[in-house]
């Protein structure tokens, strides 16, 4: 199992990016995928999931209302569409699943909003 996650950058207060995260290894129809973030001098926290099936998205509650999760199953690919983005949104973004028991990891995405 891999997962690569891509779509970073840099972009200005109140921008948006688009993160994707692309999946290998398993389908991903059968599999929640969650998004995560370390922002330097942090611990790494939770911040949205798509759950297997036909299921709305959670979300951590700053990035509520700004952030959409979404997936595309035939292309096993989870998006993050993140709009109005924020300074306090800069951090590393991660993309994770557990299968079968263990936690998979993709490499990180940098995302830095500043003006």
């Known amino acids: 199992v891999q997962l690569q996650a891509s779509g970073g950058g840099l972009v200005q207060p109140g921008g948006s990016l688009r993160l994707s995260c692309t999946v290998t290894?398993?389908?991903?129809?059968?599999?929640?995928i969650g998004w995560f973030r370390q922002a330097p001098g942090k611990e790494r926290e939770f911040v949205s999931r798509s759950p297997s099936g036909d299921f709305e998205g959670y979300y951590r509650d700053p990035v509520k209302g700004r952030f959409t999760i979404s997936r595309d199953n035939a292309k096993n690919t989870v998006y993050l569409q993140m709009n109005r983005l924020k300074p306090e949104d800069t951090a590393v973004y991660y993309c994770?699943?557990?299968?079968?028991?263990?936690?998979?990891w993709g490499q990180g995405t940098q995302v830095t909003v500043s003006s």
């Open positions: 994770a699943t557990d299968c079968n028991g263990s936690d998979y």
């Open positions: 290894g398993l389908a991903l129809e059968d599999y929640s």
